[in-house]
Each structure stands twice: as structure tokens, then as C-alpha cells.
């Protein structure tokens, strides 16, 4: 087996039985980067000689015995998150030379169990896009279909997982982030619960919204990254202080009598029969193993997306307000102190940032606050409560994760609302800030991957994983590979 296919726990075992060492490995996906990248572009930052050395590190805590099973392993993170003296630009131009002076506490959390971190990945710009198309630093591809898009904003950390770039990855989910290029690249993809994870040191997009999550080969490896970055941090008043469960012990417990809700507003006409082919499936095989299914409704699905893209350019606008020239990144030449602030942010970021800054300010101005943001915030409210009551009936719910399979590169940036839509069924989950996680449950007729989503209830990712479990250990699409 190629030491890049490895999923985490493949290559602990490997590592501790000393078939292999981590520079090893670790250079053997320096290798792979490099002979991939040209054709994926999954990598803003590859940060080799610090991953060797990392590396090095494990390799000596293996033999002195003091192994976790992260310890050597190679990872990579979105460059959404800060890094301690590591290039972290978000996928615009505005942080091209931005350094941090800290690290996010997920990855720390990550480091501090021996994690080798090979680079930062390519992102739509601030995390804002479903395509990977809007990052400063170039296009990435989906590994399975050059031509195609990997999905977004963590475009880089589901194509790196997919092509073997990374045995593992983190990403952030806003609106779909995680799941929806997890869907489109074959891979495991998890949005936790609002609270779950720390969102210290992650660049913020809408802080009501984010969440830091990962992206892996498979079901075990993503509740073994869940513990690890899961838990209450004193740098993030929003994370809770809850006990998090032992995931990976509950894995096996199965699906027999399990409660599956299937609400009728993701099972829409217009849904792509590929898609619905693969839904219908998987709804045959969890019934194999003993789930009962449900007819439910979520009544306000219609108003999510409008919701969404009023709230989250709202807190946008405001979260962006501090990258003006004089504290980070880039900062025009000007005459004046307010011709600086106006030629750095115009230089600084593109389109589809300006577009959401514009939409939230309006949104946020006074006269319309009301009208809009108050409005949008009462609606979320509405759909929280539709989720809230449903899972009074069920433990679960099963949907597609997007509409259609990944789309052609080209195929939508001109075209923002289309675009909008490609994440109808991932944002009423960050709206009700409940969990959810993408798993590989088919392809369409051309060879692409198509997800599956299962929404858990708040803070109830075990019942999500051990679900996603069963189905994997039922089925076989997670074990196809990209052919890159
Ligand atoms: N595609 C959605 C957006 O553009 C979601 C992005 C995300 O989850 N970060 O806002």
C-alpha cells in the first residue's frame, strides 16, 4: 500500500511497529506533493523543512516509547488558521506577507499530540465561496475530474485528502465548508457543533457560524481527530464546557433501532438523479441495518439560504473591518491616512469579498438593520426551532449534501446566486448550530463522488459517527481512490 493511500490509523500501526519511520513518511508525501500539486494546486504554503524536523521530533518520542496516534503523522491545515511563523494569507492577497505570532488552538492541540504539519491549503478568499475559485493563489482542482471543482471554501483540504497529499486535514464549515468539498472529493468530512471546537486563532468570516472541523479517509480517522481538537478553551468564550465523549469507543454500537429522520424539503424535484440515486441507497442500506426511517419536515427551509447570506455578510463586514493597512498584510502607497485605508482594502481583496462586505454593510446600515439583519436573525431562530422539535421524534437525519456533484470549473463564478445555491442543504445546520458530516456514498454516472449527510442532535457527533460508521463498514465507496 502506498504510504500516502494511509488512513491514520494505518499509518500509526505502521509507525509503531517500526516498519517505517515518520521522515519516512513524511517524505514520502513531500514527494507526493510534489509530483500532484501541478495538477491539484491544493497548497498555498508546503512547509518542508519544518515538517522534516517535526518529523524527527516524532520519530525520537516513538522510540522512547511515548507514542499518541498522531505522533509522526503528516497533516495539513487550511490556511484559515494561524500558525506560529507560518505564512497564513486566508486565500487573499490583503495577508499575503502576514505571519502570525500564535498558533490556533486546534491546530496546537493537534501539534501538541506530535502532528507533522506539511503546509497550508488553498481556500476560497476569507472562506467565502463554494468552489475554491475565489482564493488569491490560483485555482484547485478535484482530484477525481481536473476539470471540475473540488467544492469550497476548503477546496484545498478535501483535494488534498482525496489526491494523497495529506493523511489528514482541518477545515472550517460557515455554510457547507467542510462537507461540501468533502462531498465532491470522496472524503469524511465533519462540521461539529457550534461550541464544539475552539475558533481561537482561526481567521473569522461570521463568528455566529464557523466551525473548525476535519477532513479524512474515513469515519474512525475523523472521531479520532474530533478528540483530539474538540473541547472547552478559555481563548474562545464560545466553546463549551461539556465533557467530550470518547468517539472512537462508540463507534461499532450500530444502527439497530436508530431513528432516522428524512426531512421531504431535501428531497426536492430538481434534485440531480445521481444524487437521488445514491440517497435512495443509502436509505436501503441503513434499513438493512436495522434503522427505522421517518417523514419529517422542516418547514422553514426556504428562507435559509436568504437567512444565511444576511447574517453571515452582516458579521462579515464587521469582521473585516480590521484589515485596513496599518495592522496586517498588505498596505497601499497613499498620501493620506484615508486614501491608504481605501487603496489597501481595494487592492487587497477581491470580488466576492468586496461583493459580501457591501451586502452586509447595507444589510447593517441604519434604516435597514431592522428590515434585514433583525428580520434574518428572527428567521434563524425559526429554523433552529424547526431542527430543535424534529429531534424530539429522531435521532438522526439523512439528506444529499449538495444538489448536484461537483460543477466545472467556470461553471458558476459569474453567477453569484447560482453559486449561493450550491449550499441549501449544508447551511440550515450552521443556522441551528447542530452537527452534521459528509460521508462517501456513491459517484455519478462520470466517475464523480457523491456525499452523504447525516445531521446530528447539538453536541451529539457520537450518534453522527457511529452512524456514518456502520454505513462505511457497509458499504465500499470510501476504499475507491482519485486517480490522480
Ligand atoms: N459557500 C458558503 C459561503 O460562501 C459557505 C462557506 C463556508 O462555509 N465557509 O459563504
Not at 484545498?156 to 485528502?161: E, R
Not at 441507497?281 to 422553514?300: C, K, M, N, Q
Not at 481595494?346 to 447595507?362: A, D, H, P, Q
Not at 438593520?369 to 438522526?396: C, E, G, H, P, S
Request: with cysteine; proline share 5%.
Amino acid at each position: 500500500m502506498n504510504i500516502f493511500d494511509m488512513t491514520i490509523y494505518e499509518l500509526h500501526s505502521a509507525l509503531k511497529d517500526k516498519q517505517l519511520s515518520s521522515v519516512e513518511a513524511t517524505t514520502a508525501m513531500l514527494e507526493r506533493i510534489k509530483s500532484v500539486e501541478p495538477q491539484v494546486g491544493s497548497f498555498i504554503t508546503v512547509t518542508a523543512a519544518g515538517a522534516l524536523a517535526a518529523a524527527t521530533a516524532a520519530d525520537r518520542q516513538i522510540a522512547a516509547g511515548e507514542c499518541t496516534l498522531l505522533t509522526g503523522i503528516p497533516l495539513a491545515i487550511k490556511d484559515i488558521f494561524l500558525t506560529e511563523g507560518v505564512l497564513t494569507t486566508c486565500g487573499s492577497r490583503i495577508l499575503e506577507n502576514f505571519v502570525p505570532p500564535y498558533s490556533a488552538t486546534s491546530w496546537k492541540k493537534l501539534e501538541g499530540r506530535g502532528a507533522v504539519l506539511l503546509g497550508k491549503l488553498n481556500q476560497d478568499e476569507f472562506a467565502m465561496g463554494s468552489s475554491n475559485e475565489s482564493s488569491a493563489y490560483g485555482i484547485t482542482r478535484n482530484p477525481w475530474d481536473t476539470s471540475c471543482i473540488p467544492g469550497g471554501s476548503s477546496g484545498g483540504s478535501a483535494a488534498a485528502v482525496a489526491a494523497g497529499e495529506a493523511i489528514a486535514t482541518l477545515g472550517t464549515d460557515t455554510g457547507g465548508s467542510i462537507r461540501q468539498p468533502a462531498s465532491h472529493c470522496g472524503c469524511v468530512g465533519l462540521k461539529p457543533t457550534y461550541g464544539r471546537v475552539s475558533r481561537y486563532g482561526v481567521i473569522a468570516y461570521a463568528s455566529s457560524l464557523d466551525q473548525v472541523g476535519p477532513l479524512t479517509r474515513d469515519v474512525a480517522d475523523c472521531a479520532a481527530m474530533l478528540g483530539v481538537i474538540a473541547g472547552h478553551d478559555p481563548m474562545d468564550s464560545t466553546s463549551v464546557d461539556t465533557p467530550v465523549p470518547d468517539y472512537a469507543a462508540s463507534l461499532t454500537k450500530g444502527v439497530k433501532g436508530l431513528k432516522i429522520g428524512l426531512p421531504k424539503e431535501y428531497f426536492i424535484a430538481g434534485l440531480d438523479p445521481d444524487v437521488q440515486r445514491a440517497m435512495d441507497a443509502a436509505i436501503e442500506t441503513y434499513r438493512r441495518l436495522g434503522a427505522e426511517f421517518v417523514d419529517i419536515s422542516l418547514p422553514h427551509t426556504d428562507y435559509a439560504v436568504a437567512t444565511y447570506y444576511l447574517i453571515a455578510t452582516a458579521e462579515a463586514s464587521s469582521n473585516l473591518a480590521r484589515y485596513d493597512g496599518v495592522r496586517f498584510g498588505h498596505r497601499a502607497d497613499a498620501d493620506c491616512l484615508l486614501d491608504m485605508y481605501n487603496k489597501s482594502r481595494s487592492e487587497g481583496f477581491g470580488v466576492e469579498v468586496k461583493r459580501r462586505i457591501m451586502l452586509g454593510t447595507y444589510a447593517l446600515s441604519s434604516g435597514y438593520y431592522d428590515a434585514y439583519y433583525v428580520k434574518a436573525q428572527k428567521v434563524r431562530t425559526l429554523i433552529m426551532n424547526d431542527f430543535m422539535a424534529t429531534f424530539a421524534n429522531v435521532d438522526i437525519m439523512l439528506t444529499p449534501v449538495a444538489p448536484t456533484p461537483a460543477f466545472k470549473i467556470g461553471e458558476k463564478v459569474n453567477d453569484p446566486l447560482q453559486m449561493y445555491l450550491s449550499d441549501i442543504f449544508t447551511i440550515p445546520v450552521n443556522l441551528a448550530g447542530t452537527c452534521a458530516m459528509s460521508l462517501p456514498a456513491g459517484f455519478s454516472n462520470s466517475g464523480l463522488p457523491i456525499g452523504l449527510q447525516l445531521i446530528g442532535k447539538p453536541f451529539d457527533e457520537e450518534t453522527v459517527l457511529r452512524a456514518g460508521y456502520a454505513f462505511e463498514q457497509a458499504t465500499e465507496w470510501h476504499l475507491r481512490k482519485a486517480t490522480i
